[in-house]
């Protein structure tokens, strides 16, 4: 999630700019730069690291104007470097951009097969060179020839251009990726997010999908991508600085749990070929045949995500899969080689634990892939293979929409090897892919729903324990929902595997103890619903997480939360959603610290 802010009015741009950015730097990123106007041509001064190494920058290369644009990224595509900084100026025409051109593969063979030369790694800096392009072909400005250039691109996508040409205009558009104009006397803003422009102006006009916007120092006109003018009534923004960064939202936490369906499309974004029921890994090329056995090794939520894995790979794949802790595999003097590919998964990409248990792994002779959610971060660069989850910057420390961009990012990649192992047929992936790309709305209509989590928040929230019970894939679900409830709110829960509750766990079970079970629909559901009989003859209360639809749950629990049906494999990605809320309200119930939970980090960076 990258930050963005133009300016465009009478006073000097680059101060302006570098606030706007600084009120975005909570989101994290890893390069900053600016583009600013002055006397027939803008000047680009932008580089990798912190906003102050730009300033620094821009004491030695002043960027004196009244209009510009600034960017903070957050890579995706292209490692974090001077070069892959935004703004991105091809000829005239300066760029800056929030999301993922999904053609841009394409995109960049077709601009240089024309002779276009490319500066960067970045899809955006395609952006800049079809605009450019426009231009040159006959567009009467840059309205125009942003709205040509868009007709090209497919993805998610928050522009902001500015052009030597047309030095009073700043045209921005947007689609999935957020944009908002902020209005001013005689002078105008746009940003990403409204963090960025709240010090200038609390009247705002939000940008919706399909629109394209012109602002000049006097006027914000909108448009849909057909060029129709759109009228929309500006809002005044009552929010303090400290909501505005939470959206709105009470904490980070929430936020990014209603962030996952944008953040699993985007993780989904050019890598689902649904002409070939296929997936693409970013292109990566695993010799499948090589690779007798794969080894998740990880910690906490991202072990978790690992355990979903191991039942996804061996389900699609047929290739035998272990799960191992990081920190226990590194001292393990683990029996491991080159037949094996160690799969990494990390959110940060700097747990150490983790770090350590690849350096073991590749000194033994395995091959090493990371799904980390930080482009360049130290495990995928101790990798031999990287594959990204796009979840954006994870702010909240216990771990929401990372872990389901996990799960997505290990579901695309299961298909993969399904597909060349032999084991997943067409039929069968094609059913998958369709699932996949069903999965944000589907997340969507669970995290509506949040309000009646609020009420069991309150229901069980005074609780002194929870029993998280599932089998097969939704086990790992329960260790994560108990993992989430107990690193928040700070009362005692215990994830079990269903079918090992009589072995111990059934001492436990009394009327004071809420147990939430996994029990969706599938080839474990009547011996889960024994496991709540079981539960409910000792008084136990019984909160079910069951599928819609299913009218017997009713009978067999205290209370129920439906999630829509999927996939076998990806049903997991819908049933956490709701421990996940569940966990929130009751640690924001009990009003602890839920975005920065006592004791905790949000990287492990030590033993
Ligand atoms: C998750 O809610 C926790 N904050 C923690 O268990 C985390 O998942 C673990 O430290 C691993 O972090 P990583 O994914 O960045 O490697």
Known sequence: MCGIIGYIGSRQATPILI????????????????????????????????????EEKLTREPAAGTIGIGHTRWATHGRPSDENSHPHKVGPISVIHNGIIENHLALRQELQASGSHFASETDTEIFAHLVAAQLVQGAENLTAAVRRALQKVRGSYAFVVMSDKEPGTLVAAKNSSPLVVGLGEGENYVASDVTAILAETRKVIFIDEGELVTVTREAVVITDFEGKVKQREPKIITWSAVQAEKGGFKHFMLKEIHEQPRAVADTLVGRVDLENDDVLLDGIELDVKKFKRIIFVACGTSYHASMVGEFMIEALARIPVEVDLASEFRYRDPIVGPGDLVIAVSQSGETLDTMEAIREAKRKGASVLAISNVVESSIPRLADYSFYTHAGPEIGVASTKAFTTQLVAIALLAVHLGRRTGALSKERARVLLSELVQLPQKMTDIVDGAAQLQVLARRYGKAHGFLFLGRSSQYPIALEGALKLKEISYIHAEGYAAGEMKHGPIALIDEHLPVVVLVPKGPHYEKIVSNLAEVRARQGKVLAIATKGDNDIGSHADDVVLVPDTALELQPILTVLPLQLLSYYVADGKGTDVDQPRNLAKSVTVE
């Open 19 to 54: 606030g706007g950015l600084r009120k975005l730097e909570y989101r994290g990123y890893d390069s900053a730069g600016v583009s600013v106007y002055s006397e027939g041509t803008s000047r680009v001064v932008r580089c990798r690291g912190k906003l102050a190494n730009l």
